[in-house]
């Protein structure tokens, strides 16, 4: 980790069209900053009070030339606009066998929480040269997760999930900032990302857990599943119908408001939702009987809840 450096290292696989982007659009200023200015100060000089320059038959208007910048900046915006979309499109999309981790900000301290059960405050240990996905949420006010050498920065918001993704791709230590102001400490929100190789990364995540005993996410969320009376209708019951959640995570439910019906994905905002507001889409073909569970359930503990609904989700649906 450098201390201090005009570029950021470059260590994920978007760095460099990030950077190849920018550079392409500093070009392109530059070149046109000059070229004006350069034109402003001979036509200064040349048309000066008292030089005797040719001032006769001054043309008013010069198609071609109007044609020339009309069309050329079209062309450029253009290219730069497709261009940027399919980097923007590359880093909003995470690949599908990306590994998630979960980061919770807080005033002013970024908590990471590890599916496998390992946590860390103000660091991120991810493995090289696999893609990781990060899920995002906020306790407090607005904060936002940055890491330059990756070239990402997504918002940490209050009340809902962002992601981002990287695949990083040189082992090392690197600069992990907040980068919205959110209080007094705002400058003191910072941390180190730490790339490991795989193989050190899974001997990382498994360091300690014997005497300090990690418990996998999805283990806790199950006990919180049950603490907050979760099991007591979304599993075998008797008086409450409502919907068994194996198999949920990550495919299509059907949702009915009155007479209208609708599809959405159970991904990690429709659980996070479906808890705290739970009357917002409810699953076609059931009373809107549960109760809200906002202001109850800490961020993390909805992360563990999450993760069991994600675990238990891939069992499939069973008769
Ligand atoms: Cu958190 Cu600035």
Known sequence: ?????????????????????????????????????????????????????????????????????????????????????????????????????????????????????????????????????????????????????????????PGRYTEMWFEATKVGTYRLFCAEYCGTYHSGMIGQVKVMDPVDYEAWLRENSADTGYVPMAAEGEKLFVQYHCAGCHRESQVVKAPRLEGVYGHTVPIQNGKEVGFVIADDRYIRDSILLPKSQVVAGYEPLMPSYNDQIPEEDLLKIIEYIKSIGAKGVTE
């Open 1 to 157: 980790m450098r201390e201090f450096s005009l570029i950021p290292d470059s260590a994920s696989t978007i760095a460099s069209r990030v950077d190849l982007v920018t550079l392409f659009a500093i070009a392109i200023i530059v070149f046109f900053l000059s070229f004006i200015a350069l034109n402003v100060l001979y036509f200064a000089v040349r048309y000066r009070r008292g030089n005797p320059a040719d001032r006769e038959n001054a043309p008013s208007h010069n198609d071609r030339l109007e044609m020339l910048w009309i069309v050329v900046p079209l062309i450029i915006a253009m290219v730069l606009f497709v261009w940027t979309s399919i980097v923007f499109f590359l880093q909003s999309d995470p690949p599908p066998d990306a590994s998630t981790i979960y980061v919770v900000g807080k005033q002013w301290m970024w908590k990471v929480a590890h599916p496998e059960g390992k946590k860390e405050i103000n660091e991120l240990h991810v493995p090289l040269g696999r893609p990781v996905r990060l899920v995002l949420t906020s306790q407090d006010v607005i904060h936002d997760f940055y890491i330059p050498a990756f070239r990402v920065k997504v918002d940490a918001v």
